[in-house]
T-cell receptor, first 114, second 118 residues
Framework: GDSVTQMEGPVTLSEEAFLTINCTYT??????LFWYVQYPGEGLQLLLK?????DKGSNKGFEATYRKETTSFHLEKGSVQVSDSAVYFC?????????????FGQGTTLQVKP | GAGVSQSPRYKVAKRGQDVALRCDPI?????LFWYQQALGQGPEFLTY????????KSGLPSDRFFAERPEGSVSTLKIQRTQQEDSAVYLC????????????????FGPGTRLTVL
């Protein structure tokens, strides 16, 4: 079945450092790919998405490119801030899904220190 | 406007008790999802409603789990005879119609109900 694998956390960075969180997926066809973020004490929020190969999703300085050849959707940010500390989830929706159910990775905790 | 709300936020149950978890979706949202999130894991799909119709319940882990959305708005997830392995955060999400011809609509998540079974 479809699945998503993320790099193990926690990831600890200093403010203004470069961030990469790796995400790879297994799915047939052409899934839609997403990054969700969960800030402390808050619900899951959509951060960015990409719906076809080579699409780049971007939001709040974060970017991720849909790479079908490597089945990856790595999250990047050029300069992280303390306020980016959160848990990040990579997710997919199977391309033929009629319900839009999300399949999530296990999450990666990011801690940014001043 | 109001987002997705869930109640209670925290629930402690003794093993064997029945629990009911409520979700109030964003007004007008057709689609409603329930997910289960175990500690340190990503959310896992439980069930999906389009209006009042439960179109997918493939993720419900056992027949002790039951969900309903009788009027196409508020939804209740009921767990009978709770077990320790049911301890998790239960997330509700809603969206406009789940899928259009070209994309999937964004799912908006509630804060979750943390269930602890002793």
């Amino acid at each position: 079945g479809d699945s998503v694998t993320q790099m193990e956390g926690p990831v600890t960075l200093s403010e203004e450092a470069f961030l990469t969180i790796n995400c790879t997926y297994t799915a047939t066809g052409y899934p839609s790919l997403f990054w969700y973020v969960q800030y402390p004490g808050e619900g899951l929020q959509l951060l960015l998405k990409a719906t076809k190969a080579d699409d780049k999703g971007s939001n709040k300085g974060f970017e991720a490119t849909y790479r079908k050849e490597t089945t990856s959707f790595h999250l990047e940010k050029g300069s992280v801030q303390v306020s980016d500390s959160a848990v990040y989830f990579c997710a997919l929706i199977h391309g033929s899904s009629n319900t839009g159910k999300l399949i999530f990775g296990q999450g990666t905790t990011l801690q940014v220190k001043p | 406007g109001a987002g997705v709300s869930q109640s209670p936020r925290y629930k402690v149950a003794k093993r064997g008790q029945d629990v009911a978890l409520r979700c109030d979706p964003i007004s007008g949202h057709v689609s409603l999802f329930w997910y289960q999130q175990a500690l340190g894991q990503g959310p896992e799909f439980l069930t999906y409603f389009q209006n009042e119709a439960q179109l997918d319940k493939s993720g419900l882990p056992s027949d002790r789990f039951f969900a309903e959305r009788p009027e196409g708005s508020v939804s209740t997830l009921k767990i009978q005879r709770t077990q320790q392995e049911d301890s998790a955060v239960y997330l509700c999400a809603s969206s406009q119609i789940a899928r259009t011809a070209t994309y999937y609509n964004e799912q908006f998540f509630g804060p979750g109900t943390r269930l602890t079974v002793l």
